[in-house]
C-alpha cells in the first residue's frame, strides 16, 4: 500500500500562486508515476500533470501548461505543484495519485493510490 498526503491548497486572488505538496509512504517502490489532478464541483475529474520518479518526464494538460510546474524529491518521495497565474477556473479540489504505470497516465482510472484532496479557491 501507498498512502498520500496532500497539503498546501487555500484562498488566494487571481494572478496569484500556490505551491501544493504531496508526500507518499509506505510501498512507494512500486509506483512508477505521480499524479495531480483536480475536481470542480459538478464536473468530472480532470488531469493537472504527471511526473515519472525515475528520469522525471513531467506531463502537463493544456490548460495548466506554461503556468504550473511538476516536480519531486525522490529522496523525500514527495510531489509539489508550483500553481501560478492563477485564475477562477483552476478553483477545485486537488488529488494527488500514484500509479504503477506510465500508460494512460492523464486518465483517472490508471492510478492505484489517491489522497485525500485539498481545496484550491481562487477569488476574483
Known amino acids: 500500500q501507498v498512502q498520500l498526503v496532500e497539503s498546501g491548497g487555500g484562498l488566494v486572488q487571481v494572478g496569484g500562486s500556490l505551491r501544493l505538496s504531496c508526500a507518499a509512504s509506505?510501498?512507494?517502490?512500486?509506483?512508477?508515476?505521480m499524479g495531480w489532478f483536480r475536481q470542480a464541483p459538478g464536473k468530472e475529474r480532470e488531469f493537472v500533470a504527471a511526473?515519472?520518479?525515475?528520469?522525471?518526464?513531467?506531463y502537463y494538460s493544456n490548460s495548466v501548461k506554461d503556468r504550473f510546474t511538476i516536480s519531486g524529491d525522490n529522496a523525500k518521495n514527495t510531489v509539489f505543484l508550483q500553481m501560478n497565474n492563477l485564475k477562477p477556473e483552476d478553483t477545485a479540489v486537488y488529488y494527488c495519485?500514484?500509479?504503477?504505470?506510465?500508460?494512460?497516465?492523464?486518465?483517472?482510472?490508471?492510478?492505484?493510490?489517491w489522497g485525500q484532496g485539498t481545496q484550491v479557491t481562487v477569488s476574483s
Open positions: 495519485a500514484a500509479g504503477r504505470t506510465i500508460m494512460g497516465f492523464s486518465i483517472a482510472a490508471k492510478y492505484d493510490y
Open positions: 509506505g510501498r512507494t517502490f512500486s509506483t512508477y508515476i
Open positions: 511526473i515519472r520518479w525515475s528520469g522525471g518526464s513531467t
